[in-house]
């Protein structure tokens, strides 16, 4: 049985020129243990390595969503991502922007799934 995701990401690399494949960096946050001075925890940050689109969200394209104030979609391959990683919300990615600029966002909302992990589709903010 194929592969899908990887399938995906090999037709996508393929094209990567033409459709704006990007490289992009992915940092998910973990809790920590609980710290006895301040009752918080120590979150610590790894980072990921991925590839991933991003598009301009406008008001046509957020339509009936709960995320009206996203100003990106970001789609990221899931082939792409270290064996076991898969993005939520709030994680961040940093990638280059549409205006040519590397940014970071943080992922605010999955927009669609596959069902497959070929790839994860998030409405995203500054």
């Known amino acids: 049985m194929p592969n899908i995701a990887k399938l995906v990401r090999k037709a996508l690399k393929s094209q990567a020129k033409t ?23 120590n979150p610590t940050s790894t980072s990921y390595r ?32 270290a064996a076991g990683i898969i993005p939520v919300a709030q994680d961040t990615i940093t990638l280059v922007d549409i205006d040519g600029t590397s940014k970071t966002f943080r992922l605010i909302a999955p927009v669609s799934s ?10 995203a903010r500054k």
């Open 19 to 41: 459709i704006g494949l990007k490289k992009a960096t992915l940092v998910k946050q973990t809790p920590g243990t609980r710290t006895t001075l301040s009752g918080g925890t």
């Open 50 to 81: 991925c590839e991933a689109l991003i598009e301009q969200a406008t008001s046509k394209n957020v339509g009936d969503t709960l995320v009206a104030q996203a100003e990106r979609y970001i789609g990221i391959l899931g082939a792409s991502l």
């Open 114 to 123: 596959d069902g497959v992990g070929a790839m994860y589709e998030f409405a």
